[in-house]
């Protein structure tokens, strides 16, 4: 990338304050730690979940812009939520981004996330930037640009570019 | 993007504490779940050993236990590369390494990074084992 895109990059600002984000994790403490990341990068409305089943109930009752999934403690049913996800054509959320985020990523993980659709894999530990700068990679993909993104003509240039749109 | 970075790190600071709680409880859990399993482990006790130290090896590194966290990767690719067995002498090691690091700065960072590649070492002489075993592709 050069250094004015690097740059155009940076200066772009975010709104996802209307974004609503499901996270599903075993871990109650990694919850809480995402939760936090996502909070100062904006997000307000999250859902989370200790459960793929209680995740499930959530993705058949709202309609999300992006699922964070930690597939490890749920084996090959979090591949399968994912391609379920997937195959519910005209359900809300069949096209959600969807990022897993895995401390122990093995080749096998990787190419079952790849098969059952979702879009990205992030190792943990992760870096805040590194998050969010993944965030916006799968929002800008897929034709989704624009959803979580917002246009330049309507970002205020002072302030905060998170929290103004 | 740089003030959201700077604000989330904020919120992160501030479940710091709770979050290097978790992974000493974590350590302690690891350590139970690894005294109760037999010498042939069943995939639920694996499962359960696996799930609690994939947390430790996402978490210490967030949290500024880097060390901590890196054993405890290094423990997932142990039992990765052994499933469906286990080298339990090899499990212990990387718990006795995990009881050490529980403890910030406990030893210097020198003798960590000898204490990692220690464990790197024990995963390749393991691996060499395995193919040397009758059977093994190699």
């Given at each position: 990338?050069?250094?004015?895109?690097?740059?155009?990059?940076?200066?772009?600002?975010?709104?996802?304050?209307?974004?609503?984000?499901?996270?599903?994790?075993?871990?109650p403490?990694?919850?809480?730690?995402?939760?936090?990341?996502?909070?100062?990068?904006?997000?307000?409305?999250?859902?989370?979940?200790?459960?793929?089943?209680?995740g499930?109930?959530?993705?058949?009752?709202?309609s999300?812009?992006?699922?964070?999934?930690?597939?490890?403690?749920?084996?090959?049913?979090?591949?399968?939520?994912?391609?379920?996800?997937?195959?519910?054509?005209?359900?809300?959320?069949?096209?959600?981004?969807?990022?897993?985020?895995?401390?122990?990523?093995?080749?096998?993980?990787?190419?079952?996330?790849?098969?059952?659709?979702?879009?990205?894999?992030?190792?943990?530990?992760?870096?805040?930037?590194?998050?969010?700068?993944?965030?916006?990679?799968?929002?800008?993909?897929?034709?989704?640009?624009?959803?979580?993104?917002?246009?330049?003509?309507?970002?205020?240039?002072?302030?905060?570019?998170?929290?103004?749109? | 993007?740089?003030?959201?970075?700077e604000?989330?790190e904020?919120?992160?600071?501030?479940?710091?504490?709770?979050?290097?709680?978790?992974?000493?409880?974590?350590?302690?859990?690891?350590?139970?779940?690894?005294?109760?399993?037999?010498?042939?482990?069943?995939?639920?006790?694996?499962?359960?050993?696996?799930?609690a130290?994939?947390?430790?090896?996402?978490?210490?590194?967030?949290?500024?236990?880097?060390?901590?966290?890196?054993?405890?990767?290094?423990?997932?690719?142990?039992?990765?590369?052994?499933?469906?067995?286990?080298?339990?002498?090899?499990?212990?090691?990387?718990?006795?390494?995990?009881?050490?690091?529980?403890?910030?700065?406990?030893?210097?960072?020198?003798?960590?990074?000898?204490?990692?590649?220690?464990?790197?070492?024990?995963?390749?002489?393991?691996?060499?084992?395995?193919?040397?075993?009758?059977?093994?592709?190699?």
């Amino acid at each position: 990338m050069s250094g004015s895109a690097v740059s155009l990059k940076q200066q772009l600002s975010f709104n996802f304050a209307n974004a609503s984000v499901l996270l599903i994790d075993a871990s109650p403490i990694f919850l809480e730690v995402v939760t936090g990341v996502l909070s100062g990068c904006g997000f307000r409305r999250m859902f989370r979940y200790q459960t793929l089943r209680a995740g499930l109930d959530a993705v058949k009752t709202h309609s999300v812009s992006l699922i964070l999934l930690d597939p490890c403690a749920f084996g090959d049913e979090a591949f399968n939520f994912v391609q379920w996800l997937r195959s519910e054509r005209r359900g809300p959320n069949a096209g959600v981004p969807v990022i897993m985020l895995a401390a122990y990523t093995n080749v096998r993980l990787i190419t079952a996330a790849r098969q059952c659709g979702a879009d990205y894999v992030i190792a943990k530990p992760f870096s805040t930037q590194g998050l969010l700068e993944r965030i916006i990679f799968v929002a800008e993909s897929e034709g989704r640009r624009g959803e979580l993104i917002a246009p330049a003509e309507v970002v205020s240039t002072t302030g905060s570019g998170m929290e103004l749109w | 993007m740089a003030e959201a970075v700077e604000r989330a790190e904020l919120h992160l600071a501030y479940v710091g504490p709770k979050a290097v709680q978790s992974l000493v409880d974590s350590v302690v859990e690891i350590e139970r779940l690894v005294a109760g399993a037999a010498d042939d482990p069943t995939p639920e006790q694996r499962r359960e050993i696996y799930t609690a130290t994939n947390m430790v090896a996402g978490l210490g590194g967030m949290v500024g236990r880097d060390a901590l966290g890196k054993v405890a990767y290094s423990l997932c690719h142990l039992l990765d590369e052994t499933e469906p067995s286990w080298d339990r002498e090899a499990v212990n090691l990387h718990l006795s390494a995990m009881r050490i690091l529980r403890q910030p700065d406990a030893i210097s960072a020198k003798a960590t990074a000898e204490l990692l590649d220690g464990l790197v070492g024990v995963r390749r002489v393991l691996a060499r084992e395995r193919e040397r075993l009758p059977g093994s592709a190699a």
